[in-house]
């Protein structure tokens, strides 16, 4: 009889420390893939981010050869976004100044991952800020802050928060 209690502890200490190691390789591997996705959410924001700041710094420099040294005739931040969504940009192959991508949201980028697919989305934000704080501005200045916001959530998401990369860059005027 004690063999046999003592056989029974075994297993079931046994048991206890293989559920114990499953649950410690889960945990690793749920970190693993998480990282994975921050670090592709990260390239598609950086990715973004590179194309949307080497726009023209604002609409009244489109075509012009010279640096911006002044304020005037910059796009008031009430007007950022496409020039005319109707006629000429209707899409972010036609932007062609910074300020144009304000508020623009892409289509969900979809990739397959182990069997099912993540779905990353973005958004961006376009302002003036004040070179001295880096606070907004509502007045125009010689310097933008563009930010991006890309989140990246399995199919179908249901529990922990999904993953968001948001990335911020000042942009000033460069010759053209």
Do not use: C
């Amino acid at each position: 009889m004690p063999q046999t209690l003592i056989a029974l502890i075994a297993i079931v200490v046994f048991s206890i420390l293989a559920l114990q190691q499953h649950e410690t390789s889960t945990e690793t591997e749920e970190f693993a893939i998480t990282a994975e996705v921050e670090q592709a959410a990260t390239r598609l924001a950086r990715q973004r981010l590179a194309t949307i700041v080497s726009a023209t710094f604002d609409e009244a420099d489109v075509g012009v050869t010279r640096t911006r040294t002044g304020t005037a005739n910059l796009t008031l931040s009430a007007d950022f976004g496409p020039d005319d969504p109707v006629m000429e940009e209707v899409g972010e192959a036609s932007y062609d100044d910074v300020d144009d991508y304000h508020l623009s949201v892409t289509s969900d980028v979809r990739a397959p991952w182990r069997g099912m697919e993540i779905v990353f989305s973005d958004a961006v934000h376009v302002e003036y800020v004040d070179l001295g704080t880096l606070a907004s501005s509502a007045s125009p200045t010689l310097a933008k802050s563009v930010t991006v916001f890309v989140s990246a959530a399995p199919e179908g998401f249901i529990g922990q928060p999904e993953i968001a990369v948001t990335l911020r860059q000042i942009v000033t005027p460069t010759l053209n």
